[in-house]
């Protein structure tokens, strides 16, 4: 699941879904909306929207899923990226994989995954020091996965503006994590601000 192949087409949906966003300003109002919106975008695509075996047998799944948790560093449920894309196959609801139960999260997967958090800055100005802490937050939960060294991961930190103020103060985040293994960081700028209209 995560290839350079399945990479490359998440990032054209994030891409699909900030220009739907940019000719619709008003469709996302939310970072559940905008949640939403990627969710359904990933689900068309044939490799991702169709359902498949799961590791158990007779019982079929997604290959997307939203706020699925993994465990950090430390064996704690802490992580928990806002959508994941991984094989089915390696999916158990039953048992894990191993054939020990499943943990207290009520599923096992061990397989590749591409993770995906997403960040929607909607004000009209320049964002906030708790909104940009957020966005390095997420970042960091990929480098706490990189620290448990035992899942083939890659994430998507994506980040659309409903106007364009938040490019440098995002940009300079993302710099300051470029050499982070496992990780692609996009910013999405939107339209023009209202203010300065007729």
Do not use: W
């Not at 009520?106 to 906030?128: C, N």
């Not at 390095?136 to 980040?159: C, P, Q, S, W, Y």
């Not at 910013?187 to 601000?193: A, D, E, K, L, M």
């Amino acid at each position: 699941m995560n290839t350079e192949e399945n990479r490359r087409r998440i990032e054209g949906v994030l891409g699909d879904v900030a220009e739907k966003c940019r000719r619709n300003r008003a469709l996302v109002l939310t970072e559940s909306d905008l949640k939403c919106q990627v969710y359904s975008a990933l689900m068309v695509p044939r490799e991702f929207g169709e359902l498949a075996n799961t590791f158990d047998h007779g019982i079929r799944g997604s290959s997307v899923h939203t706020e699925t948790k993994f465990f950090d560093h430390n064996g704690l449920l802490r992580q928990a990226p806002d959508l994941v894309v991984t094989d089915p196959r390696r999916i158990s609801i039953t048992q894990r994989l191993d054939g020990d139960p499943v943990p207290s999260k009520g599923f096992h997967f061990d397989g590749p995954a591409i993770l995906i958090e997403l960040k929607f800055l909607k004000r009209d100005g320049r964002p906030s020091a708790g909104t940009l802490g957020k966005i390095e937050g997420d970042i960091m939960k990929g480098e706490t996965l990189n620290r448990r060294g035992d899942i083939d991961f890659h994430l998507f930190v994506a980040v659309f503006d409903r106007f364009h103020h938040g490019h440098e103060a995002v940009e300079a985040i993302f710099d300051r994590h470029r050499r982070q293994r496992n990780l692609t960081c996009l910013y999405f700028p939107g339209g023009p601000s209202f203010r300065h209209r007729v």
